[in-house]
């Protein structure tokens, strides 16, 4: 990347990547998106393909089932929202699937992609402009989200990607940026057999938040477990709020939890993680949960000096904070420690 001029900036890439040039700071910024070469795309014609090829569509309401896929090619701006329900189902192409048109919440999906399935594969769309949830896993096993730009931050609730009471999903090579939480796992309750959150894992990709979390774990969450969760190799641009805030309530056991080789941009910010089982107004039972077993490795933030507290205490001698680990925690250059913390504190 180099500057010729106040005008000009020359960009040579290496290959495939996710870029944000910010001249005017994280209000004005240019998202550059080099995307690798497709790989024997769907025809038109195919059986069980639903195509929009280049160009503007308004189709609303998409509704795909099992053994279909969804393709919006290259060039292709999709005014609409996805229905995907079934098993075996593909979501794909680098096209962009636009929900700016719809007022807040008034979308003619839930979200900007419902999935409600086995099997299903979210890869290379740019997302942009959601008017909810953007991504939403419900009720679902094996899914796997991959390559995917998430463009938001255009209203309130516009959460990125929001696996719930869903098991064995995958959030990789993504980019997301949104007003509300980045990824939120909840245990929101319903009648499937299995309700747990249970083996999620996000990595290789690149989160900015303008005024939530990055991370939010266990808020409106009834189901019984949230565990195996594994957040490794993300680079996170901006944040607001606490970016990892690890919140159940209503019995639920947050545990088995892997935060590590994490690279954050701070702004000054109050907090850095806070783990805390709460109860708050999402709660149907007015009860606090339960966290254990989480670990963060080879976490380090640069930027601005502030006080990034590090909170962690339980809400009584039952629902507590357990077998918390801290390794190569790097604040501003100083590794985290007790003492370390309580210091700055004091100031």
């Known amino acids: 990347m180099r500057l010729e001029s106040d005008r000009v900036l020359v960009v040579s890439l290496p290959g495939p990547r996710k870029l944000s040039v910010e ?13 690798p070469p497709e790989v024997d ?10 195509y929009f090829g280049p160009g503007i569509h308004r189709p609303g309401r998409i509704e795909v089932a099992s053994h279909q896929t969804l393709y919006l090619a290259a060039g292709a701006i999709v005014k609409g929202g996805v229905w995907a329900q079934g098993e075996n189902i593909r979501i794909t192409g680098y096209g962009i699937l636009d929900g ?7 979308g003619p999906t839930p979200h900007v992609i419902s999935i409600r399935g086995t099997n299903v594969d979210v890869s290379g769309l740019t997302i942009r402009g959601a008017s909810h949830w953007t991504i939403v896993p ?7 989200i991959r390559g995917v730009k998430l463009c938001g931050s255009r209203v309130q609730n516009d959460d990125g990607i929001n696996p719930c009471n869903s098991q064995d999903v995958r959030i990789t090579d993504c980019f997301i940026r949104s007003d509300d939480d980045c990824v ?3 245990g929101l309750e319903f009648s499937a057999p299995n309700s747990n959150v249970e083996r999620i894992t996000v990595e290789d990709s690149i989160l900015w ?6 991370f939010l774990l266990g808020h409106e969450s009834r189901a019984p477990f949230m565990r195996g969760i594994t957040l490794r190799n993300l680079d996170i641009l901006h944040f607001t709020m606490t970016p990892f805030l690890f919140e159940p309530g209503e019995e639920m056991r947050l545990e088995d939890v892997t935060v590590e080789n994490v690279r954050l941009h701070g702004a000054g910010q109050a907090e850095l993680i806070r783990l805390r089982p709460v109860v708050n107004q999402y709660m149907r039972n007015q009860v606090p949960g339960h966290v254990r077993n989480i670990r963060f490795r080879n976490v380090n933030l640069t930027g601005t000096p502030g006080r990034y507290r590090v909170h962690l205490s339980g809400a009584d001698a039952t ?4 077998d918390v680990t801290f390794e190569n925690v790097v604040v501003l250059g100083e590794p985290l420690t007790a003492g370390y ?6 100031r």
């Not at 001249?23 to 995307?35: I, Q, S, T, V, Y």
């Not at 700016?100 to 008034?106: A, I, V």
């Not at 629902?319 to 357990?322: E, P, Q, T, W």
């Open 100 to 106: 700016s048109g719809y007022e807040w919440r008034k």
């Open 41 to 50: 795309p769907p025809k038109p014609e195919t059986p069980g393909v639903i």
């Open 209 to 214: 938040c303008d005024r939530a979390r990055i």
């Open 319 to 322: 629902h507590a904070v357990r």
């Open 184 to 186: 939120a796992l909840k």
């Open 23 to 35: 001249p005017d700071g994280r209000k004005g910024p240019l998202l550059l998106f080099a995307n």
């Open 138 to 144: 419900r009720d679902s096993r094996h899914v796997t």
């Open 341 to 346: 913390r309580l210091e700055r504190l004091r």
